[in-house]
C-alpha cells in the first residue's frame, strides 16, 4: 500500500471488522503528524470524533458504505483538523462475513476555513447593504436636513460603496484561492459566482454561467453539450435527475467525457444559498484500483506470504492464506514476534527466527524447510523461500513465501521405510538361499546316518532331533523368503471372502473366548488371483499378533470391501499403482504401537515379545506376501488405541467377466 499511496495526499486506510486499524498509508505523518504505525491496533474512535458542526451523528456503525461523513483530529500540535471521510464494508469472498472498512480521508481543514471566510465576506456585504438602505431611508425621512448634510451624506456613501468594492474583491479572492472547483448559488437557484477551477471539468462549458442564470435553465443546457452523457436515455429524466440531486444536497461522483473522475460535495449557505465543491479524484480512483488489484493478487496466492522488519523481527504484514495456514485471522499476526510460528521451546524458536533472520541479512536470501507451529500447537512442515528488499518506512525487511509440505514429509518418510524393507527383503533372501543350502546337506547328511543307525535307538533319537532342527529351519527360511518376495508361490482365482470365511472357525478356536472375534465381508466381493495357502498364512498371522496385542481381551474385526485407488484422490498407499484392489482390514482395541516401533514392525526378527513368543516374521511374511501378489500393506497404530493392518490385493482381470 505504501507504494501506491504516494500518488495520492489523501489518506488511504483499512480496519478490521472491530473498526482497529490494520492499514494506514504513509503519508499520516503529514497529515495527523504521527508515523502510521502508531496508529495500528487502534480503534477509529480513539483517533477521531465526529465533527463539532453536527455535520454527523457520529461514527457509523451499520455496516454500509458511507461519504463524506465530518470527523475532527487533535494534532499532536494543539491544533483541530477536520477530515472528510468515505468507506466502503469488506466481506469475505466465501463466506460473506463482514471483515471491517476500508476507505479514504481528505483533510478539509483549510476548505472549511475558507468557506467560513466566505460566509463572513457575505456577512459583511449584506451588513453593508443594510447600512446603506437605512441611510438612504433616514435622508428621505429627514428632507429638511438634506441641504444641510448633503456633503456628509456623500463622502458617507462613497466610503460604503468603496468597502462594497473590497468585499467584492475579497470574496473573488477567497473563491479563486480553492484548490478545488467551486460554484455559488443563492437562495433562488440563481448563479453567483464560480472560480476558474470549476471549469477545468468541462471548459467549453464556461460562457453559459452568466450571473443570474438558474440553475435548472444551467443543467439543460449542459445537457444540449452532453456533459451528463446519454443515461438514461430520456433527456427531460436526465435533467430532472439532476436537478433532484442538487436539491437533496448529497454527494456524487461522475465521469467526464475526458475520461477524469470528479466527486461533488454540496454545502448550504447561511442565507438559504448553495455551494458547491467539485474535486478530481482521478488519481484516488487509480490509487484504489491498483491497490485492489495488487490486493486481490496477493490475496488470491496459494502461497502463504508475509513481510517482516529485520530489526525486531516483528511481521507487518501476512496475506489471508498465509494467516489460515497458521490458524490465525486475517490481520491477528501483525506486530507479533515471528518466532510464535516456529516449533520448540520459546527459546528454540527465537533462536530460529535469528538464524534465519541473521542469514537473510548477510546473503540477502535463505530457502529450506522449517518446522511451523499453529495457532493451537500443532505443528507443520513448510518449504520457505525469503529475500530482503529496503522497506520505505521499516528500513530492512524480509519478503516470505511459505507452501505447506507436510503431506511431502510424509510421503518422503514413507517412501524411505519402503527403501529400507526392499534393501532388507534383498539381503534377506540371499541368507535364506544360503540358509536352505545348508539345511538340504544337513538334512541329507540325517537321512544317510538314520540308514545307518540300524537298531541304534540313540542314534536314531539324535538324528530324528536333528531332522526337527531342520524342519524349523525349513519354515523359518520359509518366511525370510515370504518377506524377500522369492518364495514360490501358486497363484489361483480366489475368491476373499470365502477364504476369510473358512478360515474364522478355526481363527474362534486360536484366539479363544477372551477375543471377540467380527468378520464384515459384502457378498460382491471381487477376486484375485493369489496363493490361498499363503493368504490363509497371513491373515493367521495377522490374528495371532492382534491376540497378543490384547492380553486381558479385546475385539478383533476383519472386514473386506472393494476399492479404486485414483491418483487423483492424492491418498495413494505406498508406492502402490493405481487401479481396483479388494482391501482385507484386520483391527484390534489392543496395546498399540508407538512410532519408532511402528517405522520397523515389517523388518525381519524385529519382534517387541518375549524372548521365545515370537521369531519377529509374523508381519514381514505377510509383507512380502502382499507386495509378491502386486498388492501393498499398510499399518495404522496408536499406543492405546490398537492397530490396524490393511491389506491391498489387486482385482483379477477375469473377475471383471
Known amino acids: 500500500m505504501t507504494d501506491i499511496t504516494r500518488l495520492t495526499a489523501d489518506l488511504i486506510w483499512e480496519t478490521d471488522k472491530a473498526h482497529r486499524i490494520v492499514q494506514l498509508s504513509d503519508n499520516a505523518q503529514e497529515h495527523l503528524g504521527r508515523h502510521w504505525s502508531e496508529f495500528l491496533g487502534l480503534t477509529i474512535a480513539e483517533v477521531i470524533r465526529p465533527d463539532d458542526s453536527n455535520l454527523d451523528k457520529g461514527w457509523p456503525e451499520e455496516r454500509r458504505p458511507f461519504r463524506e461523513r465530518n470527523f475532527t483530529y487533535l494534532h499532536p500540535n494543539g491544533e483541530k483538523r477536520l477530515f472528510q471521510i468515505s468507506a466502503l464494508p469488506v466481506f469475505d469472498d466465501h463466506t460473506g462475513e463482514y471483515e471491517g472498512l476500508r476507505g479514504i480521508a481528505k483533510d478539509i481543514t483549510k476548505l472549511a476555513a475558507q468557506e467560513k471566510e466566505l460566509i463572513e465576506y457575505r456577512d459583511n456585504l449584506e451588513k453593508l447593504v443594510e447600512s446603506r438602505t437605512a441611510d438612504l431611508e433616514f435622508a428621505n425621512q429627514q428632507k429638511t436636513d438634506a441641504i444641510r448634510n448633503l456633503e456628509i451624506r456623500t463622502r458617507e456613501l462613497e466610503v460604503s460603496q468603496r468597502s462594497l468594492n473590497v468585499a467584492g474583491e475579497q470574496l473573488d479572492s477567497a473563491v479563486q484561492s480553492f484548490t478545488d472547483g467551486f460554484i455559488l448559488f443563492d437562495a433562488e437557484d440563481k448563479f453567483v459566482v464560480a472560480n476558474d477551477h470549476f471549469y477545468d471539468a468541462h471548459p467549453e462549458t464556461r460562457s453559459l454561467y452568466v450571473p443570474g442564470v438558474h440553475f435548472e435553465k444551467l443543467v439543460r443546457e449542459l445537457d444540449e453539450l452532453g456533459v451528463f452523457g446519454t443515461e438514461p436515455s430520456d433527456p427531460e429524466l436526465r435533467i430532472q435527475n439532476r436537478v433532484s440531486l442538487f436539491r437533496s444536497g448529497k454527494p456524487y461522483e461522475y465521469r467526464s467525457r475526458s475520461g477524469r473522475w470528479y466527486q461533488t460535495n454540496h454545502y448550504k449557505t447561511r442565507f438559504g444559498g448553495t455551494s458547491l465543491v467539485r474535486t478530481d479524484v482521478t488519481e484516488i480512483k487509480r490509487s484504489e484500483h491498483k491497490l485492489r488489484v495488487r490486493g486481490d493478487i496477493i490475496e488470491s496466492l496459494a502461497e502463504g506470504v508475509s513481510v517482516t522488519r529485520l530489526d525486531d523481527m516483528t511481521l507487518i504484514f501476512t496475506n489471508r492464506k498465509f494467516a489460515e495456514m497458521f490458524g490465525y485471522a486475517p490481520g491477528d499476526l501483525v506486530g507479533k514476534h515471528v518466532s510464535i510460528l516456529n516449533a520448540g521451546t520459546r527459546e528454540e524458536a527465537q533462536k530460529s527466527a535469528e538464524e534465519i533472520g541473521a542469514s537473510v541479512e548477510a546473503t540477502g536470501a535463505w530457502n529450506g524447510e522449517i518446522l511451523n507451529s499453529r495457532k493451537d500447537g500443532t505443528t507443520f ?91 524349523r529351519g525349513s519354515s523359518l527360511t520359509k518366511r525370510l523368503l515370504a518377506f524377500s518376495r522369492n518364495q514360490p508361490l501358486a497363484p489361483v482365482l480366489a475368491d476373499i471372502d470365502d477364504l476369510v470365511e473358512g478360515l474364522a472357525l478355526m481363527l474362534h478356536r486360536t484366539l479363544g473366548d477372551d477375543i471377540n472375534l467380527d468378520v464384515k465381508a459384502p457378498a460382491d466381493t471381487w477376486m484375485s488371483e493369489i496363493d490361498p495357502h499363503q493368504f490363509e498364512d497371513a491373515l493367521l498371522n495377522l490374528a495371532i499378533n492382534a491376540r497378543d496385542a490384547m492380553p486381558d481381551g479385546g475385539n478383533l474385526k476383519i472386514e473386506i470391501e472393494n476399492i479404486t485407488l485414483k491418483t487423483s484422490s492424492g491418498k495413494m498407499p505406498g508406492n502402490v499403482a493405481p487401479g481396483d484392489y479388494i482391501k482385507l482390514s484386520v483391527s484390534d482395541d489392543g496395546t498399540g504401537m508407538s512410532e519408532d516401533v511402528l517405522e520397523k514392525a ?56
Not at 526378527?605 to 500393506?633: C, I, P
Request: with cysteine.
Open 602 to 657: 515389517m523388518e525381519p526378527f524385529f519382534t517387541t515379545k518375549e524372548v521365545g513368543r515370537g521369531s519377529g516374521l509374523g508381519l514381514s511374511m505377510v509383507y512380502g506376501f502382499a507386495k509378491q501378489s502386486n498388492g501393498h500393506l499398510e499399518v495404522r497404530s496408536e499406543v492405546g488405541n490398537g492397530t490396524t493392518v490393511i491389506m491391498y490385493l489387486p482385482r483379477s482381470d477375469e473377475s471383471h467377466v
Open 381 to 471: 512442515w513448510c518449504a520457505a523461500t525469503v529475500s530482503t528488499y529496503e522497506h520505505p518506512d521499516f528500513g530492512p525487511a524480509a519478503i516470505s513465501v511459505h507452501s505447506d509440505i507436510t503431506d511431502r514429509k510424509k510421503l518422503e518418510v514413507q517412501m524411505q521405510s519402503i527403501r529400507r524393507l526392499e534393501a532388507l527383503g534383498q539381503l534377506t533372501g540371499g541368507v535364506a538361499h544360503d540358509f536352505n543350502n545348508l539345511l538340504s546337506i544337513i538334512n541329507g547328511n540325517a537321512d544317510l546316518l538314520g540308514m545307518k543307525a540300524g537298531t541304534d535307538e540313540d542314534i536314531k533319537t539324535k538324528v530324528n532331533s536333528i531332522k526337527q532342527a531342520v524342519n
